[in-house]
């Protein structure tokens, strides 16, 4: 029952995510994409930074501590010197005393030696993660650089795609019905060119039937009564004898003689 249960649970939080993915727009998913690449940047480099600072520390306690070792180191041969002064002395007192000092320096040198060794074996842990998270955010910075160049790209890609589907869709209009009381324009086209052949046929026909032989001849004779009144009125004139006189005829020059 609880594997069910996961597994539509499972299933709606996909089917949500994949229709508000569609629905989202891409620059402002990009735009997101980018602020979040750029907060893990940051993040990575505040841990960077505290890795360099607990580095920065050991090497700060290393060399106290080995400050330290170097002056417990002169007591205890102080010490020594001092409590061998007074052995030759014959004062057994000072010599105890000084002996026991020259002791408590040295057990306190043991303690310090050891933790110099624990403090050089800690800083070249500290070093090695500190050169670690400085490389690590090195590479996280060239990818965040990269992703700010593709952004561009990218961008410029998103708007000629908006732009390559508005052609398509403006080209597919033209071809497709839009709605059911508006014709696409290759109806339109159809519709008109029917219409024109139409008429084109009609005046083929009309031109081949009987009716349109007796305009022509109508028309013929109302031109032969027009040409008929036209020479009468040329008659009236006197302008018969200029019209119909032919030019006269230039003689010719004959080969080798010159015009």
Do not use: C
Not at 29 to 35: S, V
Not at 203 to 231: F, K, P
Request: no cysteine; glycine share 4%.
């Amino acid at each position: 029952m609880f594997k069910l249960i996961k597994r539509s649970w499972n299933y709606l939080v996909a089917l949500f995510t994949g229709k508000f993915n569609e629905a989202a727009d891409p620059k402002v998913q990009l735009e997101q994409a980018i602020l979040e690449a750029q907060e893990q940047h940051r993040k990575l480099k505040e841990q960077a930074a505290n890795v360099i600072a607990n580095q920065k520390q050991t090497e700060m306690r290393l060399n106290r501590s080995m400050e330290e070792l170097e002056k417990v180191t002169r007591s205890a041969r102080q010490a020594v010197l001092m409590a061998e002064d007074a052995t030759k002395k014959g004062d057994a007192k000072k010599a105890q005393e000084y002996t026991a000092a020259a002791e408590s320096f040295a057990n306190r040198l043991i303690s310090i030696e050891h933790e110099v060794e624990n403090l050089k074996a800690l800083s070249l842990q500290s070093a090695q993660a500190a050169d670690q998270a400085k490389s690590a955010v090195q590479q996280n910075s060239t990818a965040l650089q990269k992703k700010l160049a593709e952004r561009q790209q990218l961008m410029g890609q998103l708007d000629q795609a908006k732009m390559q589907e508005q052609m398509n869709s403006a080209m597919a209009s033209l071809s497709e019905q839009v709605g059911q009381d508006t014709p696409s324009f290759d109806e339109v086209r159809d519709k008109i060119e029917r219409r024109y052949a139409q008429a084109k046929g009609t005046q083929e026909l009309q031109g081949e039937s009987i009716e349109g032989r007796m305009l022509e001849i109508e028309q013929a004779a109302l031109n032969t009564e027009a040409q008929a009144r036209l020479s009468e009125i040329r008659s009236q004139l006197g302008l018969d004898g200029a019209s119909e006189a032919a030019p006269a005829a230039e003689p010719q020059v004959e080969s080798g003689e010159t015009a």
